[in-house]
């Protein structure tokens, strides 16, 4: 997870102690373990506030469904149960005039050989008053996935290569930006000036490689496939 901070950090520029104040619920039985986390800035919004207390809720009860399945299954089959888990952790990436851009880093557990981190991103527009997918503030998938193709790949394969001794990954892919986590950040708190690109594992390397994150500044041709009604709220940057 610590790379997830880490590329959240990098679109914000430096932490805020306020962006550090958090909403968080905990919970600890015999048949799984919790925890869920959004920052004070979210739960501030009335609307978004019961966003994430219903997510929140829904994934509970269903990791506690879970839970108890998996410790019955396991008591009658006589192997040891081992506690179904699941954390998921908001945080702030900017907060702009017109949006709240969060960040989300989930790991849940439900035995096998290892868990399953996964990364989440979500946008609060303050002028609508509605969540939005970062995906959804741009025109269609095909033409972010244009805009920022060549950058995006060019910058995958070198950190690929950095992490795995000269080698591109074992997958050797540059995945579509469908499959991709995407985060709305800024370096002024103003506009949207960049935005990050997240590929959880499986998705541009193998589990042992973890995640990679990639982080583009805003082009010409990036604010050109962002929705007309949104543009405002950006800025080219370089």
């Given at each position: 997870?610590?790379?997830?901070?880490?590329?959240?950090?990098?679109?914000?520029?430096?932490?805020?102690?306020?962006?550090?104040?958090?909403?968080?619920?905990?919970?600890k039985?015999?048949?799984?373990?919790?925890?869920?986390?959004?920052?004070?800035?979210?739960?501030?919004?009335?609307?978004?506030?019961?966003?994430?207390?219903?997510?929140?809720?829904?994934?509970?009860?269903?990791?506690?469904?879970?839970?108890?399945?998996?410790?019955?299954?396991?008591?009658?089959?006589?192997?040891?149960?081992?506690?179904?888990?699941?954390?998921?952790?908001?945080?702030?990436?900017?907060d702009?005039?017109?949006?709240?851009?969060?960040?989300?880093?989930?790991?849940?557990?439900?035995g096998?050989?290892?868990?399953?981190?996964a990364?989440?991103?979500?946008?609060?527009?303050?002028?609508?008053?509605?969540?939005?997918?970062?995906?959804?503030?741009?025109?269609?998938?095909?033409?972010?996935?244009?805009?920022?193709?060549?950058?995006?790949?060019?910058?995958?394969?070198?950190?690929?290569?950095?992490?795995?001794?000269?080698?591109?990954?074992?997958?050797?892919?540059?995945?579509?930006?469908?499959?991709?986590?995407?985060?709305?950040?800024?370096?002024?708190?103003?506009?949207?000036?960049?935005?990050?690109?997240?590929?959880?594992?499986?998705?541009?390397?193998s589990?042992?490689?973890?995640?990679?994150?990639?982080?583009?500044?805003?082009?010409?041709?990036?604010?050109?496939?962002?929705?007309?009604e949104?543009?405002?709220?950006?800025?080219?940057?370089?």
């Amino acid at each position: 997870m610590m790379r997830k901070v880490m590329i959240a950090l990098a679109l914000i520029g430096a932490a805020s102690p306020a962006l550090a104040q958090v909403v968080e619920r905990k919970a600890k039985t015999a048949d799984y373990e919790f925890g869920y986390a959004y920052p004070a800035a979210a739960a501030r919004i009335a609307g978004l506030k019961a966003w994430l207390d219903a997510d929140r809720a829904r994934i509970q009860a269903k990791t506690a469904h879970d839970g108890a399945a998996g410790r019955r299954d396991a008591k009658a089959s006589g192997y040891p149960y081992h506690r179904y888990s699941f954390d998921k952790t908001w945080k702030v990436v900017t907060d702009t005039p017109r949006f709240l851009s969060l960040s989300g880093d989930s790991y849940s557990f439900t035995g096998g050989a290892h868990g399953s981190p996964a990364s989440h991103g979500l946008v609060w527009d303050k002028v609508a008053g509605r969540r939005l997918d970062p995906k959804a503030v741009f025109a269609s998938l095909p033409a972010l996935q244009t805009a920022t193709r060549s950058d995006y790949c060019a910058k995958l394969k070198a950190e690929q290569r950095r992490r795995n001794q000269g080698d591109v990954s074992s997958m050797n892919v540059c995945p579509p930006v469908k499959d991709l986590t995407v985060l709305l950040g800024s370096t002024n708190g103003r506009a949207i000036d960049r935005i990050g690109l997240i590929a959880d594992p499986y998705v541009a390397g193998s589990y042992a490689e973890g995640s990679y994150e990639v982080t583009l500044p805003v082009t010409r041709a990036i604010l050109g496939a962002v929705k007309p009604e949104y543009r405002g709220a950006f800025a080219v940057r370089g």
